[in-house]
T-cell receptor, first 111, second 114 residues
Framework: NAGVTQTPKFRILKIGQSMTLQCTQDMNHNYMYWYRQDPGMGLKLIYYSVGAGITDKGEVPNGYNVSRSTTEDFPLRLELAAPSQTSVYFC??????????FGSGTQLSVL | GENVEQHPSTLSVQEGDSAVIKCTYSDSASNYFPWYKQELGKRPQLIIDIRSNVGEKKDQRIAVTLNKTAKHFSLHITETQPEDSAVYFCAASTPWDAGNMLTFGGGTRLMVKP
């Protein structure tokens, strides 16, 4: 079991560029999440999904989009990168009412 | 929505001493309270969790207590070791379709001095 796998690990974007952060899990979890963590801060929920085809906004969704076409994959899309999106992004998954498993994170810098 | 406050933001202890981190939550419907440890540059890792039907849970040197009436919960680490140095996050989960909608506290940077 690989758990939750995120790619890429690091990325530098220019303002206005777009990119997709990939997340896949092999634990057959229905629930998946995207969090962002700014330097020295806690984690804030961006988007979440309760199953394939179902997504919803979290606390800080502006500037991001997600899709969930399969149980395994939950990519996060940044359409027009802004410096405020410089952060570490964590994908996570869980079974029903169980603990979250986090991916290793993507460190994104927007310059 | 749920709001979780965590104190202190930094905590420095001598090796062998105890460390206590406290969190308060706002939503009385919250029923799951995990604690995560995050080492520098690493992902958060669950170290202990407690559900609202239990008042205390212990795992070796780590314990968590929950006071539902006061809406606060605490992490206790005894006999601290240098490898306990990390950032610790509490979280509270409000039920939604049986999933875990976690709201995290702001974190506590624990430093254990040898």
């Amino acid at each position: 079991n690989a758990g939750v796998t995120q790619t890429p690990k690091f990325r530098i974007l220019k303002i206005g560029q777009s990119m997709t952060l990939q997340c896949t899990q092999d634990m057959n979890h229905n629930y998946m999440y995207w969090y962002r963590q700014d330097p020295g801060m806690g984690l804030k929920l961006i988007y979440y999904s309760v199953g394939a085809g179902i997504t919803d906004k979290g606390e800080v969704p502006n500037g991001y989009n997600v899709s969930r076409s399969t149980t395994e994959d939950f990519p996060l899309r940044l359409e027009l990168a802004a410096p405020s999106q410089t952060s570490v992004y964590f994908c996570a998954s869980s079974a029903v009412n169980e603990k979250l498993f986090f991916g290793s994170g993507t460190q994104l810098s927007v310059l | 929505g749920e709001n979780v406050e965590q104190h202190p933001s930094t905590l420095s202890v001598q090796e062998g001493d105890s460390a206590v981190i406290k969190c308060t939550y706002s939503d009385s419907a919250s029923n799951y309270f995990p604690w995560y440890k995050q080492e520098l540059g690493k992902r958060p890792q669950l170290i202990i969790d407690i559900r609202s039907n239990v008042g205390e849970k212990k795992d070796q040197r780590i314990a968590v207590t929950l006071n539902k009436t006061a809406k606060h919960f605490s992490l206790h680490i005894t006999e601290t070791q240098p490898e306990d140095s990390a950032v610790y996050f509490c979280a509270a989960s409000t039920p939604w379709d049986a999933g875990n909608m976690l709201t995290f506290g702001g974190g506590t940077r624990l430093m254990v001095k040898p």
